[in-house]
């Protein structure tokens, strides 16, 4: 067969990688686009056709420093030439300690804060259940509406879609209770959310049995909502005065994603625990539990861990990453680049009745498509606009309880003429979804 590793623009005549997929992966495992790519740079990315396409998935959140970042590269090749992996709970090595250092000093801001690494975003929200359980001394976990924490058999108990996450998967782990979530849009108000709050605990559990509230400050797959910053801080009073932990899943919101290190930071709280995985490695597989050092010691030796946590390559992407981050500003760059792409997606809903809001956080932001008559969530004219775009060279991907919203993840190092590009691109997709142009 073709050594595609070796010719990064292999052409799809020489090996039918699509055909391939279909025959020897599961159809459960969906592909946003029907593409195989060979080469990625940036923001950007080639199909083994030799076609670039501008990435504003950055796989799901994943590349905020961009695919193959040279500084990335670097630091991975020069840690596998010494200790590519050993298992932590084997034998320690820098990479991990120097990871989980670094960690708390960004997030414990001088108090003492510890670090554990694991793999997945799953795998960390899990974790973070786990110790605010040992901690606590409870079993309730509070969660959201549209929620998405993992699709392990707990992550999609947690996790507040049906579809396509639980499917007939179940059942599922117990004592999981759910409340709305904040969301304008859909006339779901903070009180509303507080109020249903207070009702759950009247009605289904009392507050000293609930060990987390785990909330998202800006929810991903559900549709890229802020939470709001009194809600926020409506919520960290209500866990302190009931001695319940509050969980802030960053496994999207953060490592700059949102023009902050982290999604909570917006709200001026500062949370028991956060979840950390994607943007972390720059790539490469990894994710963490942050807390304060009282919380993250409850669980005894031997009760945390995972034969590839902190696995020494990835811990190593993710000190590059934390010094790309700085190095290159990209915080700032982030709340800029937001600013341009919000502004240009302000300009396209005044054009297209069918982008109902245009909302975000840094350079987070995504728009909800919905039937320009009844004003209802249209998933077919999303998916419609979706396929445009990636025919015209931009990839993007969908988001939301109805898959009605197109979420726009680029990479914090992409340039003004490739975010003018995918703006381009993007009002040709609307028209051409729309049937304004043929």
Same mark, same amino acid.
């Given at each position: 067969m073709h050594n595609v590793l070796n010719t990064p623009l292999a052409t799809q005549d020489e090996t039918d990688w699509l055909a391939l997929r279909e025959q020897h992966v599961p159809r459960g495992v969906v592909t946003a686009h029907n593409l195989v790519i060979t080469k990625a740079k940036g923001s950007e990315v080639w199909s083994d056709e030799g076609r670039?396409?501008?990435?504003?998935?950055?796989?799901?959140? +994943?590349?905020?420093?961009?695919?193959?970042?040279?500084e990335?590269?670097?630091?991975? @090749? !020069?840690?596998? #030439?010494?200790?590519?992996?050993?298992?932590?709970?084997v034998v320690a090595y820098p990479p991990y300690i120097e990871l989980a250092k670094r960690l708390n000093k960004v +997030?414990?801001? &001088?108090?003492?804060? !510890?670090? +554990?690494?694991?793999?997945s975003g799953a795998e960390a929200v899990e974790n973070a259940v786990k110790i605010a359980r040992s901690y606590t001394n409870r079993s309730g976990v509070i969660v959201f509406d549209g929620a998405f924490h993992g699709r392990t058999l707990l992550g999609c108990a947690l996790t507040g879609m049906s579809q396509p996450y639980k499917q007939n998967f179940g059942p599922f782990p117990g004592d999981i209770y759910r409340i709305p979530y904040p969301n304008a849009f859909h006339g779901i108000t903070p009180e509303d959310s507080l109020k249903a709050l207070e009702t759950l605990f009247a009605t289904q559990t009392l507050p000293d049995r609930v060990a987390a509230i785990l909330i998202e400050p800006v929810q991903g797959d559900g549709g890229f909502l802020p939470a709001p910053k009194a809600f926020m801080q409506a919520l960290?009073?209500?866990? @302190?005065?009931h001695g319940i932990l509050l969980v802030c899943d960053e496994v999207q919101t953060g490592f700059g994603r949102t023009g902050k290190m982290f999604g909570f930071q917006h709200s001026d709280i500062t949370p028991d625990l956060i979840t950390v995985a994607k943007s972390l490695g720059g790539g490469l597989p990894i994710s963490g539990v942050v807390g304060k050092a009282e919380i993250m010691d409850s669980p005894t030796p031997g009760g945390l861990g995972g034969t590839y946590g %902190?696995?020494?390559?990835?811990?190593?992407?993710?000190?590059?990453?934390? $010094?790309?981050? #700085?190095?290159?500003r990209l915080l700032e760059r982030s709340v800029k680049l937001g600013q341009q792409l919000e502004a240009h997606l302000q300009q396209l809903a005044e054009k297209y009745a069918c982008i109902g809001e245009?909302?975000? =956080? &840094?350079?987070? @932001?995504?728009? #909800?498509?919905? $039937?320009?008559?009844?004003?209802?969530?249209?998933?077919?004219?999303? #998916?419609?606009?979706?396929?445009?775009?990636?025919?015209?060279?931009?990839?993007?991907? !969908?988001? %939301?309880?109805?898959?009605? =919203?197109?979420?726009?993840?680029?990479p914090l190092v992409t340039t003004d003429a490739q975010l003018e590009e995918a703006m381009?691109?993007? $009002?040709?997709?609307l028209a051409r979804g729309t049937g304004r142009l043929d």
């Open positions: 670039r396409y501008l990435d504003f998935v950055g796989g799901i959140g +994943v590349l905020n420093v961009g695919h193959n970042h040279p990335v590269v670097r630091a991975v @090749q !020069k840690q596998l #030439e010494n200790v590519s992996h050993a298992c932590f709970q +997030v414990g801001k &001088g108090e003492h804060y !510890k670090s +554990v690494l694991f793999t960290r009073d209500l866990t @302190q005065r %902190g696995n020494a390559l990835a811990c190593s992407a993710a000190l590059a990453v934390l $010094d790309v981050l #700085e190095n290159e245009v909302r975000g =956080v &840094g350079f987070m @932001q995504a728009v #909800e498509i919905v $039937d320009y008559d009844t004003g209802k969530p249209d998933a077919a004219l999303t #998916e419609k606009i979706l396929h445009s775009a990636c025919d015209a060279g931009l990839l993007l991907i !969908k988001c %939301g309880l109805y898959r009605n =919203v197109i979420r726009f993840l680029a381009h691109i993007f $009002d040709i997709a």
